[in-house]
């Protein structure tokens, strides 16, 4: 994965997270943090909302990440795909430490922690050509 994408995934926290479960999209925003050992953002969510009865049916996910700018020079941002999954057992308890240190105040909600695991990443790095893009996708080998 580029360097310019790892640093912008990592830098911001804001994902838009787009789902879809029987031909009904859905959109909501969420606060994550990227793995980059796993190539996957984490995110902490009700089982109650919306996009999560969409994900656990249909796990396969789009998402937007973007720096808001007038300053045509200094657009970023990426567009994801990928796929949901629950956190649990050993991979929730390693989770949780990384989530809770960026956002400790999760810790009153006793967040349910899910995955998702990146397929597809797209850029637009406007800083370093106008239209630049960079794109990663997952090795399926």
């Not at 989770?95 to 956002?103: D, N, S, V």
């Not at 967040?111 to 050509?129: A, G, R, V």
Request: glycine residues 4%.
């Amino acid at each position: 994965m580029d360097k310019s994408i790892i640093e912008f995934i990592s830098e911001h926290h804001l994902l838009t997270l787009a789902t879809s479960n029987n031909n009904i999209p859905y959109c909501c925003n969420v606060y994550y943090v990227f793995n980059q050992q796993t190539n996957s953002l984490i995110f902490a969510s009700d089982g109650k909302t919306i996009h999560v009865q969409h994900f656990t049916e249909n796990p396969k996910v789009a998402g937007t990440v973007a720096l808001e700018t007038l300053d045509i020079e200094k657009i970023q941002g990426v567009q994801l795909l990928g796929e949901v999954s629950e956190l649990i057992g050993e991979e929730f308890q390693n989770a949780k430490k990384h989530y809770l240190k960026l956002f400790p105040y999760a810790e009153k909600m006793d967040p349910k922690l899910w995955e998702m695991k990146l397929t597809f990443i797209k850029m637009t790095h406007n800083k370093l050509s106008f239209g630049k893009k960079l794109v990663w996708e997952e090795n399926h080998q």
